[in-house]
């Protein structure tokens, strides 16, 4: 049974528009949230997370939004530019419980 | 460069055959962790130690078998593997009871098991 999930596998996007990435989990005990970007032969590369606390939360062209009443939160990177393709992956944990559980990533493509 | 090593980043291996792979972290770490990623699959935790000792083994097969002679260094030996144990294989490692959760991942070693 799978926890958390990314249904899209792909998502092409044209340069300067916004890209955004969406996750679904189903376990209610999850209390933290991070993205996580992986370029090809590069192991994943710590993006953004957002806790279960707040709604939102920004780093620069990068924001993740949290909705818990629908256990959905998505990653939207604007404007999107082409060192941003990648595979993106969501990872949801128990705060403190250190094993984080991984969707099965999206393979954005910025297009020029 | 996240600050985690690993070697070899690909290995071809034979079902009879004994391997090891290695990690190393240079970030002052005292956790670190094994993970699975297959084609199509989420990555999964196989692994996890806190200050070298094992605190959780996810349902794995005896034939991987983890060592951790320190905080610094992890290793997974292999032995009698199947075609579908054939994955990226990622290390990673983090500091215990910090509040962001965030682990440090190495680039991984590519398996292939013929």
């Known amino acids: 049974d799978q926890q958390v999930k990314q249904n899209s596998p792909s998502l092409s996007v044209q340069e300067g528009r916004i890209s955004i990435l969406n996750c679904d989990y189903t376990?209610?005990?999850?209390?933290?949230f991070l993205w996580y970007k992986k370029y090809p032969a590069e192991g994943p590369t710590f993006l953004i997370s957002i806790s279960s606390i707040k709604d939102k939360n920004e780093d620069g062209r990068f924001t993740v939004f949290l909705n818990k009443s629908a256990k959905h939160l998505s990653l939207h990177i604007v404007p999107s530019q082409p060192g941003d393709s990648a595979v993106y992956f969501c990872a949801a944990v128990i705060q403190g419980a250190q094993k984080l559980v991984f969707g099965q990533g999206t393979r954005l493509t910025i297009n020029p | 460069e996240t600050g985690v090593t690993q070697t070899p980043r690909h290995l071809v291996m034979g079902m009879t055959n004994k391997k090891s792979l290695k990690c190393e972290q240079h970030l002052g770490h005292n956790a670190m962790y094994w993970y699975k990623q297959s084609a199509k699959k989420p990555l999964e935790l196989m692994f996890v130690?806190?200050?070298?000792?094992?605190?959780e083994n996810n349902s794995v097969p005896s034939r991987f078998s983890p060592e951790c002679p320190n905080s610094s260094h992890l290793f997974l030996h292999l032995h009698t593997l199947q075609p579908e144990d054939s994955a990226l294989y990622l290390c990673?490692?983090?500091?215990?009871?910090?509040?962001?959760?965030?682990?440090?991942f190495g680039p991984g070693t590519r398996l292939t098991v013929l």
């Open positions: 130690y806190n200050f070298k000792e094992q605190t």
């Open positions: 376990n209610s005990m999850f209390d933290y």
């Open positions: 990673a490692s983090s500091q215990l009871l910090a509040t962001d959760n965030e682990q440090f």
